[in-house]
T-cell receptor, first 113, second 113 residues
Framework: AQKITQTQPGMFVQEKEAVTLDCTYDTSDPSYGLFWYKQPSSGEMIFLIYQGSYDQQNATEGRYSLNFQKARKSANLVISASQLGDSAMYFC??????????FGQGTRLTINP | DAGVIQSPRHEVTEMGQEVTLRCKPI?????LFWYRQTMMRGLELLIYFNNNVPIDDSGMPEDRFSAKMPNASFSTLKIQPSEPRDSAVYFC???????????FGAGSRLTVL
């Protein structure tokens, strides 16, 4: 079974600082892409960003960017200029063609004012 | 676009009762996923359908759980009989083939006493 590792169960960051959330996975299939989702305390799952396995450049969406290193099987999420509203759980999910998303255990991010 | 619609949002029931959770995917989305989220086990994929056909139900915990998708606009997840350890938030999500976004519903919070 696919194993996804998010090594940081909890992180505390000062507002306006950049944050890097780690995610590694253990497939040797080169066609795997990767999703990141955010879950605030209200409980909904919010799509943040997707990196395709063959995309040449790292994906970016506003303040979110991915540091995708296929050889290391890692796809870290970078949040620039963090805001209080970024406090949430963050989940990564590798997937082949988005067919079957299996999520990591998540990282709880707390932004301090 | 009304999003993925789940009902009920909250359900409290007694052990041994039958529970039925419902999901209406986004129109035009042909893949549907059921997830369960608990503190202990995180987000688990229970089952997913493509074009109304169950593709992978390996995550269904036991025979007490069953899921159906009689048409493209409706799916149910049934637990019979329910047990306290089934208490969790159950998410439904849908995706259009080829799209790199999985859209989640708001979730159904189940409490089995």
């Amino acid at each position: 079974a696919q194993k996804i590792t998010q090594t940081q169960p909890g992180m505390f960051v000062q507002e306006k600082e950049a944050v890097t959330l780690d995610c590694t996975y253990d497939t040797s299939d080169p066609s795997y892409g990767l999703f990141w989702y955010k879950q605030p305390s209200s409980g909904e799952m919010i799509f943040l960003i997707y990196q395709g396995s063959y995309d040449q450049q790292n994906a970016t969406e506003g303040r979110y960017s991915l540091n995708f290193q296929k050889a290391r099987k890692s796809a870290n999420l970078v949040i620039s200029a963090s805001q209080l509203g970024d406090s949430a759980m963050y989940f990564c999910a590798p997937s082949r063609g988005a067919q079957k998303l299996v999520f990591g255990q998540g990282t709880r991010l707390t932004i301090n004012p | 676009d009304a999003g993925v619609i789940q009902s009920p949002r909250h359900e409290v029931t007694e052990m041994g009762q039958e529970v039925t959770l419902r999901c209406k995917p986004i129109s035009g989305h042909n893949s549907l996923f059921w997830y369960r989220q608990t503190m202990m086990r995180g987000l688990e994929l229970l089952i997913y359908f493509n074009n109304n056909v169950p593709i992978d139900d390996s995550g269904m915990p036991e025979d007490r759980f069953s899921a159906k998708m009689p048409n493209a606009s409706f799916s149910t997840l049934k637990i019979q009989p329910s047990e306290p350890r089934d208490s969790a938030v159950y998410f439904c999500a849908s995706r259009r083939t080829g799209a790199n976004v999985l859209t989640f519903g708001a979730g159904s919070r189940l409490t089995v006493l």
